[in-house]
């Protein structure tokens, strides 16, 4: 299949989903090794997938999560403006929230994960709310967000870049 990232001009167009897991306190993140900033765990949509097939396939490929995984409901859909490597880039994001089918895996929040698929440079962590703002997580609307969930789904634009 392909992910819809898109070139386009001198920028990306990008549609991407990811999902809110709190568990004790504390939610999953997601970092790739050359990067400075931790994210929530999802990726690329592809095409004729829907959102929430997405998400299932992206844990399932990274952290060997089930298909009965459970999402929703959809909490946040973020058009995000902002520079990633130099490119201007336009995104979209559908953010669930979700738990996995079996926590037992990533059940010590002490410890740092590797992504199950073979030569992936990303990595996961439990972080607790109490302390976001300790960490560098983008984008930035997540430190209160994932505090205080919304009841009913919530758009939200961003403008990140300089």
């Known amino acids: 299949m392909t992910m819809i990232n898109l070139p386009i001009g001198d920028g990306i167009f990008n549609y991407r989903v990811a999902g809110v897991a709190i568990a004790d306190g504390c ?3 997601q970092c790739a090794d050359f990067e400075d900033f931790w ?3 999802g990726g690329r949509v592809e095409f004729g997938e829907s959102s929430a097939q997405a998400l299932r396939r992206e844990l399932r490929e990274e952290l060997s999560w089930g298909d009965d995984m459970r999402v929703g409901p959809l909490l946040w859909i973020v058009e995000n ?3 990633y490597q130099g490119q ?3 995104e979209i994001g559908i953010y669930y929230l979700m738990a996995p089918d079996d926590p037992a895996p990533l059940a010590d929040k002490t410890l740092t994960y590797p992504c199950h698929e073979p030569d992936s440079q990303l990595f ?3 972080f607790p709310l109490a302390t976001l703002e300790e960490t560098t ?3 930035a609307f997540l430190y209160a967000a994932l505090r205080n969930p919304p009841t009913t789904t919530r758009h939200i634009i961003l403008h990140e870049r300089p």
């Open 124 to 126: 996961f962590r439990w």
């Open 88 to 90: 201007p880039t336009h």
């Open 39 to 41: 994210a929530l765990p």
């Open 137 to 139: 997580i983008k984008p």
């Open 27 to 29: 939610v999953l993140l």
């Open 81 to 83: 403006f902002y520079t």
